[in-house]
């Protein structure tokens, strides 16, 4: 092996055939190695030899890949000035395109006591308990890959756990199950075409940790809400563990469901790593450079701002915080193929100070950068830092995970006071969070569960959360669900109960797919999936939480399908205009409200009630009618004057427990509803 100075940029660990390139950011380090690991575990250092700004770097010839490697850091420690470099500690790279193992909990990954961070470095050697980064093969047959560039309007989101997804499907081969390869095996891409979803946002596969906490009480970091590693596919969902084996893995999954023209969006991490705060690891970037990659509190001693709630916060003001995102992000969509990312915790990147700044920055460099200003762009809009609720603020360009969609459809279906007005605007595409902003509708990504949270079983089924099974934890997750369990906790025999759920859940997919906006729904929710109530399970990796195929519920699934299909024939319910008043006229934005006896209401008329029955006027190339009805009784409903002449068809009734099939009654004048049931009409030509 010859050692030369090398390049550095790219940064990371990049392979020309003959050797390999080193190239890592630290602006603290007084020198640099690369620690190269054999198949037996022995380490071998090697000094960087060269130095361009900020950034060591060295050519290995001879190294190439599946070589695992690391890196140490000779630096300052000096915790009370934010400094953690102790050359003990092996680290990760943070552009590393591939990890193998896992990290072995150990004391000696600690830098200090944390009771006592004063106190000398803890200089026990960490090489035999990390995890390795590891040198990757680019090369793949990508078989003319062409992106399916989903119009957003034409969008509907599956929200899907990798593993979860595919653990327990008898269809998909053992050995691929809980993998990437079962994601893309066809019975698993067949269930996702014939829902009419158009997207999977798969939870976080940015390589992650398990917490120690957690392995300790034999539980997983399920959710993956723990990187340490931006650029590199979670190992362990590959089915071939092989050193680098998930970059393929990965990219074969994105190309076989590009093929069936399903794109992928990512849910990405990078408002916090999971070295967490001052009792925390050091597995990477606090190794590197702790000040520069990490927000610090002013002041003696060393404190991590936590806006995240997970100990500590990427300094995302920092130049070569917002590189490593920028180029992470430009990673995925250029080399892996990806379509889109939600971002968790969105507000972070825009941090500037105790504020956000969405024109500068990172936002700025994603609306510049070529590649990323054209996949899709989706905010969870909120994070713990002040002023951190930032629903209908980020940029144009921009969708948001809207959670006043999720709580006002809630609490319309489950019968609370004032809700059918907040219903409506929700409808509508929100304008009260959009419109004076000279958004769209299609700004708003509505759903009525997610992954954190009840599933939509449980949603009907549980009023309070039951996180028993998280194991010390169970005081976590949200104590206000906005749930109603139709009047049973949990399971019965009770077939009045039941019905009343079942109704329910149709009610609020039907009311996600019709609205104004993107819609999203939870993955399993069409199985009738249940976690017995527990609306955390962020880390529970066992049968709670991984989809039961055995069980699933048939009717439910047809349903969705119909409904999604119906989304996608009409494009009365894709609209991305504010509604009009139509007057009954095809072709136009319409879309009017009425009661329940055919007279037109506006929000102001329906803010006092609690369970006014609604209709609406839909019109585009066709007249549509929707009817709500969440009240304990039936309501007979008076077509609106727009509506009487002329003949109806019922395209959709929740009341029935068969999937629609635009086969329905023919309706004139006037029409019943059974309690807690929406009905869509069509007129007839």
Aim: hydrophobic residues 35%.
């Amino acid at each position: 092996m010859q050692v030369s100075q090398g390049h550095a940029q790219p940064l990371g660990a990049t392979d020309d055939g003959r050797g390999t390139n080193f190239s890592v950011y630290s602006s603290v380090a007084e020198k640099v190695e690369v620690c190269l690991f054999d198949d037996g575990g022995a380490e071998r250092r090697v000094a960087l030899p060269g130095r361009t700004g900020d950034c060591w770097h060295g050519y290995l010839t001879g190294i190439g890949p599946g070589q695992r490697y690391g890196y140490r850091v000779h630096g300052p420690w000096s915790p009370a000035s934010g400094h953690l470099c102790c050359l003990e500690k092996l680290l990760l790279d943070p552009y590393g395109r591939a990890v193998a193992g896992e990290v072995q909990w150990d004391d000696a990954l600690f830098p200090f006591d944390a009771d006592h961070p004063e106190a000398p470095a803890n200089r026990n050697d960490t090489g035999a308990h990390m995890p390795k980064s590891v040198v990757v093969d680019t090369h793949f047959d990508w078989q003319e890959d062409r992106r399916p560039a989903t119009r957003i309007e034409d969008t509907i989101i599956y929200e899907v756990h990798v593993k979860g997804f595919t653990n327990r499907h008898p269809a998909i081969p053992s050995e691929l199950r809980g993998t990437y390869a079962g994601l893309a095996h066809p019975d698993a891409i067949a269930h996702l075409t014939r829902l009419g979803v158009t997207a999977v946002e798969l939870l976080p596969v940015q390589e992650f940790i398990h917490r120690r906490r957690l392995v300790a009480h034999g539980l997983h970091n399920y959710w993956g809400y723990d990187p340490v590693c931006p650029f590199a596919p979670h190992h362990a969902y590959a089915s071939h563990r092989g050193a680098g084996g998930a970059v393929h893995e990965f990219k074969a999954m994105v190309r076989d469901l590009h093929r069936a023209g399903l794109e992928v969006i990512l849910d990405v991490v990078f408002n916090h790593t999971g070295e967490g705060g001052v009792d925390g690891p050091v597995l990477s970037f606090k190794g590197l450079d702790n000040r520069a990659y990490y927000r610090l509190e002013a002041g003696e001693g060393l404190r991590y701002t936590d806006f995240t709630g997970t100990q500590n916060t990427l300094h995302t003001e920092h130049p070569q915080v917002q590189r490593m995102i920028v180029d992470a992000l430009r990673y995925w969509v250029t080399e892996m193929h990806v379509d889109g990312f939600r971002f968790d915790l969105a507000p972070v990147l825009g941090r500037v100070g105790g504020g956000v700044d969405f024109e500068g920055g990172i936002f700025s460099a994603i609306a510049r950068d070529p590649a990323l200003s054209r996949v899709k762009l989706i905010a969870e809009p909120w994070d713990l830092g002040p002023d951190g609720y930032q629903v209908g603020r980020f940029p144009g360009g921009w969708s948001e995970w809207n959670d006043k969609f999720r709580d006002d459809v809630r609490d319309f279906w489950n019968g609370r006071d004032g809700s059918a007005r907040r219903l409506m605007l929700r409808f509508a595409g929100s304008p009260d969070l959009y419109q004076a902003a000279g958004r769209r509708p299609l700004a708003s990504v509505n759903f009525v569960t997610c992954h954190d949270g009840f599933t939509l079983r449980d949603l009907v089924s549980y009023e309070r959360k039951h996180n028993e099974a998280n194991r010390g934890d169970e005081q976590s997750g949200h104590d206000d669900n906005h749930a109603w369990n139709c009047g049973a906790e949990g399971p019965t025999d009770d077939a009045a109960v039941n019905a009343v759920r079942a109704r329910q859940q149709r009610n609020f997919i039907a009311t996600a797919l019709l609205a104004r906006g993107v819609p999203m729904l939870l993955g399993g929710d069409e199985l009738g999936r249940t976690q017995g109530g527990n609306n955390n399970a962020y880390c529970l990796d066992d049968e709670m939480a991984w989809f039961d195929w055995e069980k699933a519920d048939h009717g439910l699934m047809a349903f969705v399908s119909a409904l999604s299909a119906m989304r996608r024939a009409h494009a009365a319910f894709r609209r991305n205009d504010w509604p009009g008043r139509s007057g009954g006229a095809a072709g136009t934005a319409g879309m009017t409200w009425y009661d329940a006896g055919g007279r037109e209401v506006h929000e102001s008329d329906v803010t006092n009630d609690a369970r006014p029955p609604l209709q609406v006027f839909l019109s585009d190339q066709h007249d549509f009618l929707v009817l709500f009805n969440p009240g304990a009784g039936e309501t007979r409903f008076a077509l609106p004057p727009p509506c009487r002449h002329g003949a109806w068809r019922v395209l959709v009734d929740t009341a029935l427990d068969t999937p629609p099939d635009g086969g329905g009654a023919r309706v004139q004048k006037s029409l019943t509803l059974a309690a807690h049931t929406l009905v869509a009409l069509t007129r007839l030509p």
